[in-house]
């Protein structure tokens, strides 16, 4: 399973640290130096770095986290460091569709010589979902919907059919292609049961 092994080894502890690496005062972060601290994060023997998906600063929820796009982000860093895995915590699938999803996966695994670890959740700032067009008390029902259609876009092919994002027939394919597929760490529960 590539870098997801580096950090998920049964009877080993590690560590990651999460964007932004600095302190700071108030509920949005300066975003200063984090090139330079993601490298000494790694030069110190942490095994990755993870990266939030908070699309808006909610001022009642007292922490906007880290304020770039995830994806591009991880892309940025990726290049300001070697061999540390960097971590979605989480992308928030309700609210991307899941084509564009997909495609971001690959593409960053293959980039980043299979550096990517992928969180996934439904997202923890409930105000967010109208801007999104989606209904809140839709989010369980989407999150699994989501989750199921990026797993067959992993396919070759897919067949699938969404109720909320569209469908594939088997006729076309999503490029590029990731010849692995990247397991996806539901964070939190998601509302999705054990089962």
């Known amino acids: ?23 700071y005062s108030g509920s949005i972060a300066k975003m200063e130096n984090q090139e330079q601290l993601a490298k ?15 699309p808006f600063n909610d001022p009642n929820f007292g922490d906007a986290g ?3 796009d995830p994806w591009v982000y991880m892309t940025h860093i990726m290049h300001h460091t070697k061999a540390i895995a960097l971590a979605t915590g989480s ?14 996966i690959n593409s960053l695994q293959i ?4 550096r990517l670890v992928l969180g996934v959740a439904s997202g923890d700032r409930p105000i967010e979902y109208p801007a999104f067009n989606q209904r809140l008390e839709n989010k369980s029902e989407l ?5 199921f259609y990026i797993k ?7 067949n699938y059919t969404s109720k909320f994002y569209g469908s594939t027939n088997g006729s076309m394919d999503l490029l590029p ?8 760490l539901v964070t939190g529960h998601s509302g999705q049961s054990l089962d």
């Open 111 to 114: 980039l980043s010589k299979e």
């Open 152 to 158: 067959a876009l992993q396919g070759d092919f897919p």
């Open 143 to 147: 999150f699994r919907d989501s989750f």
């Open 177 to 184: 292609k990731y010849d692995k597929k990247t397991p996806m």
């Open 91 to 104: 992308i928030i699938l309700p609210l991307r569709h899941p084509v564009y999803t997909a495609k971001s």
């Open 1 to 23: 399973m590539g870098v997801f092994s580096k950090i998920a080894t049964k009877g080993k502890l590690t560590l990651g640290l999460v964007f932004p690496l600095e302190t």
């Open 66 to 68: 880290q304020m770039y």
């Open 40 to 54: 000494r994060t790694e030069e110190l023997g942490f095994k990755a770095l993870w990266f939030r998906d908070v």
